[in-house]
């Protein structure tokens, strides 16, 4: 295949021009201008848009094993490439949690067999992420796990914690936090301000989040593990991750839509449509985070995709499901936020950045690599719900118009979506 007529962006090649990719094989086999289609050679026309190495959700939730009612790996991923993405990291708080080695084979497996999108499964830190008993995290990475983490929930013992990073110091695969502390956070369901207050509903402050943010980038540096943040949402969050590069850390962060775009207040209007771990903040601690993006504080955009079913969404904000879907609105918001973001940090931040961190295939089109593409365009486009390839439909981002969207999304030199649509039924299988 030859995509022609596109601007290419590889930030790792330090391309930023008008460049044809040919694709042979499933990798890409000579990047150049006004190449011409050989016989046969089926041609995209990629005129008026962007080509990236693709792009990598590092954050989100595939509910299978357990709840797949909710979501799939199948539908999980064909939601993945239709936002653009070519692969995703998932989360282990499946049913059961992804903490054994042949748990995390099963999901290689079921991602192998049908899949819209190249999976890469992140293990638990402790048995059933009770935060309590350690794993063997050598095991679990030679099954095919990419990062550890207990996300949803906090490991709160931080000497369980310290001694978990101890244990898998000589294993790749970065920690992954999940800051909140379970104890300063008690029953809120919401940010603490005016409208926790305006609607009487338990609440906390950005405290719950910055403490565990301080203690997890001081066991970073004190066990030299490689560690991420997760959706970083307050202020005193990024000026936590500044502190610590200034003392040499090395700690990545990411950054999700919902907390660059919206405040607390959008639960007033929402409801539990809003209803998110971390929650929404202040409109200041949103502020603090898109000029994190710019100035390079933030390592990764990660949308945390977390696909809950109507039913489970329709308890209000005291018992509906926490977290919403986010892979298809995805490249919309992110410009959305930071319209003056440059693209080439832009494709940093979705491509280069997460294949860094998960220490995954991608983050470049080199001659050689993986023809894992994503082609997006600024065009405007309006959120319908109903239309997602998700099985999770809810997200705050409903009606709303957004700026840049997928055109096409290619793996392993398949095209997989082409105009926002399944360009196929079969999965990479
Ligand atoms: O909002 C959230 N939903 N945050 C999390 O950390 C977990 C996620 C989920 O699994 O639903």
């Given at each position: 295949m030859l995509i022609a007529g596109g601007r290419l962006i590889d930030p790792l090649q330090d391309i930023d021009s008008l460049l044809d990719v040919r694709i042979h094989a499933g990798t890409v086999a000579e990047i150049g201008p006004h190449l011409h289609a050989s016989a046969g050679e089926d041609v995209f026309d990629a005129t008026g848009c962007c080509v990236a190495p693709g792009f990598i959700d590092m954050h989100v939730h595939l509910r299978e094993p357990g709840e797949q009612e909710k979501e799939t790996i199948q539908s999980g991923t064909a939601a993945a490439a239709a936002g653009g993405f070519t692969a995703v990291a998932c989360m282990p708080n499946t049913k059961p949690a992804l903490d054994t080695p042949q748990r995390i084979q099963n999901v290689v497996g079921l991602a192998r067999a049908a899949s819209f999108a190249h999976v890469y499964p992140v293990a638990a830190i402790t048995a059933g992420r009770m935060g309590k008993d350690l794993l063997d995290y050598r095991a679990l990475h030679k099954a095919?796990?990419?990062?550890?983490?207990?996300?949803?929930?906090?490991?709160?013992?931080?000497?369980?914690?310290?001694?978990?990073?101890?244990?898998?110091a000589g294993v790749a695969g970065a920690f992954i936090s999940h800051c909140e502390d379970a104890a300063l956070k008690g029953s809120a369901v919401m940010h603490a301000g005016k409208t926790s207050q305006a609607l009487s509903l338990p609440a906390?402050?950005?405290?719950?989040?910055?403490?565990?943010?301080?203690?997890?980038?001081?066991?970073?540096?004190?066990?030299?593990?490689?560690?991420?943040?997760?959706?970083?949402?307050?202020r005193r969050g990024v000026e936590l991750v500044q502190w610590s590069r200034t003392r040499g850390g090395n700690a990545t962060c990411e950054v999700t839509p919902h907390h660059l775009l919206l405040d607390d207040e959008a639960v007033a209007r929402l409801g539990a449509e809003a209803k998110v771990n971390p929650?929404?903040?202040?409109?200041?601690?949103?502020?603090a985070l898109r000029s994190a993006v710019r100035d390079g504080t933030i390592d990764v955009f990660a949308t945390d995709h977390a696909p809950h079913s109507f039913a489970d969404k329709a308890g209000g904000m005291l018992h509906a499901a926490?977290?919403?879907?986010?892979?298809?609105?995805?490249?919309?918001?992110?410009?959305?936020?930071v319209p003056d973001l440059s693209l080439r940090r832009f494709v940093e931040l979705l491509s280069v950045n997460p294949a860094r961190i998960l220490g995954v295939r991608g983050g470049t089109l080199r001659v050689g690599s993986p023809a894992d593409i994503t082609v997006f365009a600024d065009r405007q486009w309006k959120v319908d719900p109903q239309a997602f390839y998700s099985e999770g439909k809810s997200t705050p981002f409903a009606g709303w118009t957004l700026p840049r969207k997928a055109i096409a999304t290619i793996i392993d030199g398949h095209l997989v979506i082409s105009n926002g649509s399944l360009a196929t039924a079969d999965t990479l299988a």
């Open positions: 095919g796990a990419v990062a550890f983490s207990d996300d949803g929930a906090t490991v709160m013992n931080a000497a369980v914690l310290r001694d978990a990073a101890l244990a898998a906390a402050g950005g405290v719950v989040e910055d403490v565990i943010v301080a203690r997890d980038l001081l066991l970073a540096e004190d066990t030299a593990k490689k560690w991420h943040i997760a959706h970083l949402s307050t929650p929404l903040r202040s409109s200041d601690d949103a502020a926490v977290g919403f879907s986010g892979l298809e609105v995805a490249l919309g918001t992110y410009a959305l936020a």
